[in-house]
Protein backbone atom coordinates (compact mmCIF):
# COMPACT_ATOMS: atom_id res chain seq x y z
CA UNK A 1 0.00 0.00 0.00
CA UNK A 2 3.00 2.44 0.78
CA UNK A 3 5.05 1.81 -2.43
CA UNK A 4 1.12 2.29 -4.36
CA UNK A 5 1.06 5.69 -2.65
CA UNK A 6 4.55 6.82 -3.57
CA UNK A 7 3.96 6.10 -6.80
CA UNK A 8 1.17 7.91 -7.01
CA UNK A 9 2.50 10.68 -5.60
CA UNK A 10 5.88 10.12 -7.51
CA UNK A 11 3.52 10.17 -10.82
CA UNK A 12 1.53 13.45 -9.93
CA UNK A 13 4.98 14.93 -9.00
CA UNK A 14 6.27 14.28 -12.66
CA UNK A 15 3.26 15.41 -14.45
CA UNK A 16 3.27 19.09 -12.35
CA UNK A 17 7.26 18.99 -13.18
CA UNK A 18 6.06 18.30 -16.96
CA UNK A 19 3.09 20.64 -16.47
CA UNK A 20 5.50 23.55 -15.73
CA UNK A 21 8.01 22.64 -18.22
CA UNK A 22 5.45 22.76 -20.89
CA UNK A 23 4.15 26.59 -19.28
CA UNK A 24 7.39 27.72 -19.34
CA UNK A 25 7.82 26.71 -22.70
CA UNK A 26 5.04 27.97 -24.02
CA UNK A 27 5.86 31.84 -22.27
CA UNK A 28 9.09 31.67 -23.82
CA UNK A 29 7.07 30.92 -27.31
CA UNK A 30 4.40 33.95 -26.37
CA UNK A 31 7.67 36.22 -25.48
CA UNK A 32 9.92 35.69 -28.58
CA UNK A 33 6.42 36.16 -30.66
CA UNK A 34 5.66 39.16 -29.89
CA UNK A 35 8.73 40.70 -29.55
CA UNK A 36 9.10 39.85 -33.25
CA UNK A 37 5.48 41.23 -33.54
CA UNK A 38 6.12 44.74 -31.95
CA UNK A 39 9.82 44.81 -33.52
CA UNK A 40 7.96 44.06 -36.97
CA UNK A 41 5.27 46.17 -36.32
CA UNK A 42 2.86 44.00 -38.85
CA UNK A 43 -0.87 43.14 -38.29
CA UNK A 44 0.15 39.43 -37.30
CA UNK A 45 -1.38 38.17 -34.24
CA UNK A 46 -0.18 35.83 -31.41
CA UNK A 47 -0.17 32.14 -32.26
CA UNK A 48 0.48 29.29 -29.81
CA UNK A 49 1.22 25.73 -30.14
CA UNK A 50 0.42 24.75 -26.76
CA UNK A 51 -3.05 23.57 -26.12
CA UNK A 52 -3.15 24.78 -22.78
CA UNK A 53 -6.30 26.65 -21.69
CA UNK A 54 -4.31 29.12 -19.43
CA UNK A 55 -1.62 29.53 -22.16
CA UNK A 56 -4.10 30.26 -24.84
CA UNK A 57 -6.29 32.64 -22.94
CA UNK A 58 -3.42 34.34 -22.50
CA UNK A 59 -2.82 34.29 -26.25
CA UNK A 60 -6.46 35.51 -26.82
CA UNK A 61 -6.20 38.19 -24.45
CA UNK A 62 -2.72 39.48 -25.86
CA UNK A 63 -4.45 39.30 -29.26
CA UNK A 64 -6.97 41.52 -28.30
CA UNK A 65 -4.37 44.26 -26.66
CA UNK A 66 -2.53 43.79 -30.53
CA UNK A 67 -5.61 44.19 -32.44
CA UNK A 68 -6.83 47.65 -30.44
CA UNK A 69 -2.84 48.85 -30.68
CA UNK A 70 -2.77 48.08 -34.13
CA UNK A 71 -5.72 49.93 -34.80
CA UNK A 72 -4.91 52.84 -32.89
CA UNK A 73 -1.10 52.76 -34.67
CA UNK A 74 -3.15 52.79 -38.25
CA UNK A 75 -5.30 55.50 -37.08
CA UNK A 76 -1.96 57.45 -35.98
CA UNK A 77 -0.33 56.86 -39.53
CA UNK A 78 -3.69 57.52 -41.37
CA UNK A 79 -3.75 60.91 -39.40
CA UNK A 80 0.27 61.65 -39.48
CA UNK A 81 0.09 60.91 -43.43
CA UNK A 82 -2.80 62.98 -43.62
CA UNK A 83 -1.21 66.29 -41.83
CA UNK A 84 1.79 65.72 -43.86
CA UNK A 85 -0.29 66.20 -47.23
CA UNK A 86 -2.12 69.07 -45.79
CA UNK A 87 1.54 71.15 -45.11
CA UNK A 88 3.03 69.61 -48.17
CA UNK A 89 -0.28 71.28 -50.00
CA UNK A 90 -0.70 74.28 -48.14
CA UNK A 91 2.97 75.35 -48.54
CA UNK A 92 2.74 75.03 -52.09
CA UNK A 93 -0.28 76.63 -52.16
CA UNK A 94 1.25 79.90 -50.16
CA UNK A 95 3.70 80.38 -52.90
CA UNK A 96 1.69 81.80 -55.62
CA UNK A 97 0.48 84.12 -53.84
CA UNK A 98 3.39 85.31 -52.05
CA UNK A 99 5.35 85.67 -55.18
CA UNK A 100 2.37 87.92 -56.46
CA UNK A 101 3.04 90.18 -53.38
CA UNK A 102 6.55 90.30 -53.74
CA UNK A 103 6.14 91.31 -57.80
CA UNK A 104 3.49 93.92 -56.35
CA UNK A 105 5.79 95.40 -54.08
CA UNK A 106 8.68 95.61 -55.82
CA UNK A 107 6.14 97.62 -58.29
CA UNK A 108 4.79 99.97 -55.72
CA UNK A 109 8.93 100.87 -54.30
CA UNK A 110 9.59 102.02 -57.57
CA UNK A 111 7.13 105.26 -57.32
CA UNK A 112 7.85 108.34 -55.22
CA UNK A 113 7.23 108.00 -51.43
CA UNK A 114 7.98 109.51 -48.47
CA UNK A 115 10.92 108.12 -46.09
CA UNK A 116 8.80 106.84 -43.78
CA UNK A 117 6.69 104.81 -46.08
CA UNK A 118 10.27 103.38 -47.75
CA UNK A 119 10.90 101.97 -44.67
CA UNK A 120 7.28 100.56 -44.34
CA UNK A 121 7.82 99.27 -47.32
CA UNK A 122 11.09 97.56 -46.61
CA UNK A 123 9.55 96.28 -43.09
CA UNK A 124 6.82 94.69 -45.23
CA UNK A 125 9.79 93.37 -48.10
CA UNK A 126 11.47 91.66 -45.01
CA UNK A 127 8.65 90.20 -43.67
CA UNK A 128 7.04 88.70 -46.69
CA UNK A 129 11.02 87.40 -47.15
CA UNK A 130 10.55 85.43 -43.87
CA UNK A 131 7.04 84.24 -45.15
CA UNK A 132 8.44 82.59 -48.27
CA UNK A 133 12.02 81.17 -46.13
CA UNK A 134 8.55 79.52 -43.59
CA UNK A 135 6.94 78.39 -46.67
CA UNK A 136 9.88 76.60 -48.28
CA UNK A 137 11.20 74.93 -45.17
CA UNK A 138 7.69 73.86 -44.42
CA UNK A 139 7.84 72.62 -48.10
CA UNK A 140 11.01 70.46 -47.62
CA UNK A 141 10.52 69.27 -44.20
CA UNK A 142 7.03 67.47 -45.31
CA UNK A 143 8.75 66.14 -48.24
CA UNK A 144 11.78 65.07 -46.23
CA UNK A 145 8.81 62.82 -43.83
CA UNK A 146 7.04 61.62 -46.31
CA UNK A 147 9.55 60.43 -49.13
CA UNK A 148 9.97 56.97 -49.84
CA UNK A 149 12.57 54.61 -48.88
CA UNK A 150 16.20 56.35 -48.87
CA UNK A 151 18.57 54.61 -51.73
CA UNK A 152 21.59 54.20 -49.53
CA UNK A 153 24.57 53.24 -51.48
CA UNK A 154 28.71 53.39 -50.26
CA UNK A 155 29.22 57.26 -50.12
CA UNK A 156 32.30 59.07 -49.20
CA UNK A 157 31.30 61.00 -46.45
CA UNK A 158 34.86 63.41 -46.82
CA UNK A 159 33.21 64.54 -50.73
CA UNK A 160 29.59 64.72 -49.41
CA UNK A 161 31.42 67.09 -46.95
CA UNK A 162 33.02 69.03 -48.45
CA UNK A 163 31.05 69.36 -51.43
CA UNK A 164 28.52 71.42 -48.75
CA UNK A 165 31.17 72.91 -47.28
CA UNK A 166 31.98 74.57 -51.07
CA UNK A 167 28.41 76.01 -51.11
CA UNK A 168 28.69 78.36 -48.71
CA UNK A 169 31.89 79.84 -49.20
CA UNK A 170 30.62 82.87 -50.60
CA UNK A 171 28.52 83.30 -47.25
CA UNK A 172 31.26 82.92 -45.31
CA UNK A 173 33.67 84.92 -46.93
CA UNK A 174 31.10 88.26 -47.12
CA UNK A 175 30.88 87.43 -42.88
CA UNK A 176 34.80 87.06 -42.98
CA UNK A 177 34.71 83.55 -41.60
CA UNK A 178 37.54 81.62 -42.71
CA UNK A 179 35.97 77.81 -41.90
CA UNK A 180 38.56 75.35 -39.66
CA UNK A 181 38.31 71.82 -41.70
CA UNK A 182 39.65 69.23 -40.25
CA UNK A 183 39.37 65.83 -42.49
CA UNK A 184 41.65 62.53 -42.24
CA UNK A 185 43.43 61.67 -45.33
CA UNK A 186 41.76 57.97 -45.74
CA UNK A 187 38.36 58.31 -47.31
CA UNK A 188 35.56 57.63 -44.87
CA UNK A 189 32.75 55.64 -46.52
CA UNK A 190 29.68 54.98 -45.45
CA UNK A 191 26.27 53.07 -46.52
CA UNK A 192 24.34 56.27 -46.97
CA UNK A 193 21.65 58.44 -49.76
CA UNK A 194 23.64 61.42 -51.46
CA UNK A 195 20.52 63.60 -51.06
CA UNK A 196 19.59 62.71 -48.01
CA UNK A 197 22.90 63.52 -46.34
CA UNK A 198 24.00 66.44 -48.08
CA UNK A 199 20.83 67.98 -46.86
CA UNK A 200 21.96 67.00 -43.08
CA UNK A 201 25.20 69.27 -43.52
CA UNK A 202 23.43 72.02 -45.74
CA UNK A 203 21.32 72.30 -42.88
CA UNK A 204 23.22 72.27 -40.19
CA UNK A 205 25.89 74.42 -42.16
CA UNK A 206 23.38 76.81 -42.61
CA UNK A 207 22.38 77.58 -39.59
CA UNK A 208 26.61 77.95 -38.59
CA UNK A 209 26.64 80.19 -41.28
CA UNK A 210 23.70 82.22 -40.35
CA UNK A 211 24.17 82.53 -36.66
CA UNK A 212 27.86 82.25 -36.16
CA UNK A 213 29.61 85.51 -34.62
CA UNK A 214 33.16 84.50 -35.23
CA UNK A 215 34.55 81.33 -36.47
CA UNK A 216 33.32 77.77 -38.09
CA UNK A 217 35.23 74.47 -37.16
CA UNK A 218 34.38 71.01 -39.13
CA UNK A 219 36.10 68.01 -38.06
CA UNK A 220 35.38 64.27 -39.97
CA UNK A 221 37.40 61.27 -38.02
CA UNK A 222 37.74 58.12 -39.32
CA UNK A 223 34.82 56.36 -37.62
CA UNK A 224 32.69 58.49 -39.34
CA UNK A 225 32.04 61.17 -37.11
CA UNK A 226 31.35 64.81 -38.03
CA UNK A 227 31.67 67.26 -35.96
CA UNK A 228 30.32 71.03 -36.62
CA UNK A 229 31.22 73.93 -33.53
CA UNK A 230 30.96 77.67 -33.71
CA UNK A 231 30.85 80.41 -31.34
CA UNK A 232 26.82 81.32 -30.09
CA UNK A 233 26.62 83.64 -27.18
CA UNK A 234 22.85 83.26 -27.90
CA UNK A 235 22.35 80.37 -26.69
CA UNK A 236 22.41 78.37 -23.79
CA UNK A 237 22.85 74.33 -22.70
CA UNK A 238 18.64 74.61 -22.28
CA UNK A 239 18.18 76.02 -26.09
CA UNK A 240 20.67 73.91 -27.45
CA UNK A 241 18.97 70.47 -26.38
CA UNK A 242 15.97 72.07 -27.76
CA UNK A 243 17.24 73.24 -31.45
CA UNK A 244 16.48 69.83 -33.44
CA UNK A 245 12.46 70.17 -31.97
CA UNK A 246 10.45 71.28 -34.93
CA UNK A 247 9.79 75.01 -35.08
CA UNK A 248 11.88 75.85 -32.04
CA UNK A 249 13.86 79.10 -32.54
CA UNK A 250 16.05 81.42 -30.28
CA UNK A 251 13.91 84.96 -29.86
CA UNK A 252 17.18 86.56 -31.14
CA UNK A 253 16.97 84.75 -34.45
CA UNK A 254 13.92 86.71 -36.28
CA UNK A 255 14.53 84.88 -39.31
CA UNK A 256 15.05 81.34 -38.22
CA UNK A 257 12.04 78.68 -39.11
CA UNK A 258 13.58 76.51 -36.83
CA UNK A 259 12.79 73.69 -39.15
CA UNK A 260 16.06 72.78 -40.86
CA UNK A 261 17.69 71.06 -37.78
CA UNK A 262 15.05 69.15 -37.45
CA UNK A 263 14.72 68.12 -41.14
CA UNK A 264 18.99 66.84 -40.40
CA UNK A 265 17.54 65.34 -37.46
CA UNK A 266 15.16 62.95 -39.04
CA UNK A 267 17.00 62.29 -42.16
CA UNK A 268 20.07 61.19 -40.03
CA UNK A 269 18.06 58.93 -37.75
CA UNK A 270 16.49 57.36 -41.03
CA UNK A 271 19.55 56.46 -42.20
CA UNK A 272 20.82 55.11 -38.68
CA UNK A 273 22.65 57.37 -37.42
CA UNK A 274 23.04 60.08 -34.64
CA UNK A 275 22.63 63.60 -34.44
CA UNK A 276 23.54 65.46 -30.85
CA UNK A 277 23.89 69.00 -30.29
CA UNK A 278 25.56 70.69 -26.92
CA UNK A 279 26.56 73.64 -25.36
CA UNK A 280 30.37 74.12 -24.38
CA UNK A 281 32.17 76.72 -23.32
CA UNK A 282 29.83 79.69 -25.14
CA UNK A 283 30.00 77.66 -28.38
CA UNK A 284 27.77 75.31 -30.00
CA UNK A 285 28.62 71.93 -31.21
CA UNK A 286 26.71 69.97 -33.68
CA UNK A 287 27.77 65.87 -33.89
CA UNK A 288 26.59 64.14 -36.61
CA UNK A 289 27.84 59.73 -36.81
CA UNK A 290 27.09 57.05 -39.44
Known amino acids: ML???????????L???LKLILLKAGLRETGRELTQILIQDTNRLLGLSSRDRDLRRLAHTLNEQLK???QERHRYQDGDRELK?????ISHDLRTPLTAVSGYLELLAREQHSPQTLRCLEIIRNRIESMKQLTEELFRYSLALTVGDLKPEPLSINKL?????????ETFRQKG???????PGATVTRELDASATLR????????AAKYSTSDFHVTLTPDGT?????AAPNLTPVTAAQLFNRFFTVESLDESTGLGLAIAKNLTERQGGQITAAYQEGRLVITVSF
Open 161 to 169: LEESLLSFY
Open 177 to 183: ITPDISL
Open 85 to 89: DAVTN
Open 226 to 230: VTFSN
Open 200 to 207: IFHNIISN
Open 3 to 13: LLYSCFVTFIA
Open 15 to 17: ALA
Open 68 to 70: ALQ
